[in-house]
């Protein structure tokens, strides 16, 4: 019998992930990147002994394809993907790949904000409670590499839309949509209605045994869910209204979680603080107690867990001025978050790649909050046209060091200096991690 050929498209943490398990099953496997390796998933290849080519995609060796599995990051509108799709060349992503051969229960997080964040809360709270757990998908190692090398019980996978845009057969056995507010919709034709369809295959395939949880206050959400038939069990929060199955804010200081043995938590007993981490640990609660994990154990994880570097990050306090890392805020929404927690008068970084961004839903908060914008990206003139009648000042700049080096001069004791950029980095940094990562090597050089 004719082995089946696998190529992989992307040779990046999925895609070498991938490679390594498609090889372990047995199969022909072939890995493509049009852009350059990095070293380190070069050196796995090698290891591994598994064939690739960078920098190009040679079609005689992937039309030749059984299946094909696509990196998250490559759009379907590539010309090698849309020729795959003309041969009717089933494609799919790195998730789905690997769910083939696990059994182990996964617990599905996606929403447009807050994804990282809940992802690794449930991990803390699903490990402290003795659970055998694996992290992955759009954070940690590669879901596919762990299913060939580890032998977790349980996942608990961050899961972007466009993993989920590839995934047909998957289920999730927990699925988690925290939000749907515009991000991406470059990818989406710009129709949120697009994009908030394909936050909805997160609940595909699920059973009346599976388990939904969704936030109540989200308009997209409650209207996406208008156009699907929902099988499985369903818990929601909320911090409007009361919940009769999930979480709800009780005399706005503290949680109310109704399920079996229900608890409260105090907001001032979260680690995490800010009203959309109250969304977060609700729903990381939920999930919990879903799985039948003691209050104590929940309590108590809530209120240790230590959020991820370049999501409101701490950085320094010079000269009574607070400097805060927010590079992880990507998209406008993101940013609305940041400075909804804000206290103290705002110096805010904005800028970068813009996704077709609506400044609009800022607008309030940086009048009341925003004292000046420093933009850092090539392209800023939409953040002028947003805000020009709404600060007295917008300047320019086009490294971290500048912009940092800026706001040093315009902030006043008590000010905080927010990095929250409403956009993609691409423009100027390898990636939001560089981003943030040079301006707190900025910031510790004042």
Same mark, same amino acid.
């Given at each position: 019998?004719?082995?089946?050929?696998?190529?992989?498209?992307?040779?990046?943490?999925?895609?070498?992930?991938?490679?390594?398990?498609?090889?372990?099953?047995?199969?022909?496997?072939?890995?493509?990147?049009?852009?350059?390796?990095?070293?380190?998933?070069?050196?796995?290849?090698?290891?591994?002994?598994?064939?690739?080519?960078?920098?190009?995609?040679?079609?005689?060796?992937?039309?030749?394809?059984?299946?094909?599995?696509?990196?998250?990051?490559?759009?379907?509108?590539?010309?090698? %993907?849309?020729?795959?799709?003309? *041969?009717? =060349?089933?494609? @799919?992503? $790195?998730?789905?790949? #690997?769910?083939?051969?696990?059994?182990?229960?996964?617990?599905?997080?996606?929403?447009?904000?807050?994804?990282?964040?809940?992802?690794?809360?449930?991990?803390?709270?699903?490990?402290?409670?003795?659970?055998?757990?694996?992290?992955?998908?759009?954070?940690?190692?590669?879901?596919?590499?762990?299913?060939?090398?580890?032998?977790?019980?349980?996942?608990?996978?961050?899961?972007?839309?466009?993993?989920?845009?590839?995934?047909?057969?998957?289920?999730?056995?927990?699925?988690?949509?925290?939000?749907?507010?515009?991000?991406?919709?470059?990818?989406?034709?710009?129709?949120?209605?697009?994009?908030?369809?394909?936050?909805?295959?997160?609940?595909?395939?699920?059973?009346?045994?599976?388990?939904?949880?969704?936030?109540?206050?989200?308009?997209?959400?409650?209207?996406?869910?208008?156009? %699907?038939?929902?099988?499985?069990? *369903?818990? =929601?929060?909320? @911090?409007? $209204?009361?919940?009769? #199955?999930?979480?709800?804010?009780?005399?706005?200081?503290?949680?109310q979680f109704n399920l079996p043995?229900?608890?409260?938590?105090?907001?001032?007993?979260?680690?995490?603080?800010?009203?959309?981490?109250?969304?977060?640990?609700?729903?990381?609660?939920?999930?919990?107690?879903?799985?039948?994990?003691?209050?104590?154990?929940?309590?108590?994880?809530?209120?240790?867990?230590?959020?991820?570097p370049h999501r409101l990050e701490?950085?320094?306090?010079?000269?009574?001025?607070?400097?805060?890392?927010?590079?992880?805020?990507?998209?406008?929404?993101?940013?609305?978050?940041?400075?909804?927690?804000?206290?103290?008068?705002?110096?805010?970084?904005?800028?970068?790649?813009?996704?077709?961004?609506?400044?609009?839903?800022?607008?309030?908060?940086?009048?009341?909050?925003?004292?000046?914008?420093?933009?850092?990206?090539?392209?800023? *003139?939409?953040?002028?046209?947003?805000? $020009?009648?709404?600060?007295?000042?917008?300047?320019?700049?086009?490294?971290?060091?500048?912009?940092?080096?800026?706001?040093?001069?315009?902030?006043?004791?008590?000010?905080?200096?927010?990095?929250?950029?409403?956009?993609?980095?691409?423009?100027?940094?390898?990636?939001?991690?560089?981003?943030?990562?040079?301006?707190?090597?900025?910031?510790?050089?004042?």
């Amino acid at each position: 019998m004719k082995q089946k050929r696998i190529v992989i498209l992307g040779a990046g943490e999925s895609g070498v992930g991938a490679a390594l398990l498609a090889q372990k099953q047995g199969f022909d496997v072939f890995v493509s990147d049009f852009g350059g390796i990095a070293e380190r998933y070069k050196k796995q290849l090698l290891d591994l002994g598994i064939p690739f080519e960078e920098k190009k995609h040679t079609p005689e060796l992937i039309f030749n394809a059984d299946e094909v599995i696509k990196s998250p990051g490559i759009s379907s509108t590539v010309p090698i %993907v849309s020729a795959l799709q003309l *041969k009717k =060349t089933p494609i @799919i992503s $790195e998730i789905e790949f #690997a769910k083939r051969y696990t059994n182990a229960k996964v617990i599905c997080i996606t929403g447009s904000n807050g994804k990282s964040t809940t992802t690794l809360l449930t991990y803390h709270i699903l490990k402290n409670g003795g659970l055998n757990v694996g992290l992955a998908g759009n954070i940690g190692h590669s879901f596919a590499a762990q299913v060939a090398t580890e032998n977790f019980d349980f996942y608990v996978l961050e899961i972007s839309s466009f993993m989920l845009d590839d995934m047909y057969d998957f289920k999730a056995d927990v699925a988690v949509l925290l939000n749907i507010t515009p991000d991406h919709l470059d990818r989406y034709e710009y129709k949120i209605e697009k994009y908030a369809a394909s936050k909805m295959r997160i609940i595909q395939n699920q059973t009346p045994e599976d388990v939904f949880i969704y936030c109540q206050d989200d308009e997209e959400t409650i209207k996406a869910l208008q156009n %699907v038939g929902i099988k499985a069990k *369903k818990y =929601t929060f909320s @911090i409007k $209204e009361e919940v009769e #199955a999930g979480a709800f804010l009780e005399k706005e200081n503290k949680i109310q979680f109704n399920l079996p043995k229900p608890f409260t938590m105090a907001l001032s007993d979260l680690a995490l603080q800010g009203k959309h981490n109250i969304y977060n640990s609700m729903a990381s609660g939920i999930v919990a107690k879903v799985l039948e994990l003691r209050n104590e154990t929940i309590r108590e994880s809530m209120g240790t867990f230590q959020n991820i570097p370049h999501r409101l990050e701490l950085v320094a306090k010079i000269s009574d001025v607070t400097y805060i890392n927010d590079s992880k805020a990507t998209n406008v929404n993101a940013t609305w978050y940041a400075l909804e927690s804000m206290t103290a008068p705002v110096v805010l970084i904005l800028g970068g790649v813009d996704k077709g961004n609506d400044y609009e839903m800022l607008r309030d908060l940086v009048k009341n909050k925003v004292k000046a914008i420093i933009c850092l990206g090539k392209d800023c *003139k939409r953040i002028h046209d947003a805000f $020009e009648d709404e600060v007295e000042v917008i300047v320019n700049t086009f490294t971290a060091h500048e912009a940092v080096q800026m706001a040093y001069h315009i902030a006043k004791k008590g000010d905080t200096v927010l990095l929250s950029p409403a956009c993609a980095s691409f423009d100027l940094f390898k990636n939001f991690e560089d981003r943030g990562d040079q301006f707190k090597t900025a910031v510790k050089e004042l």
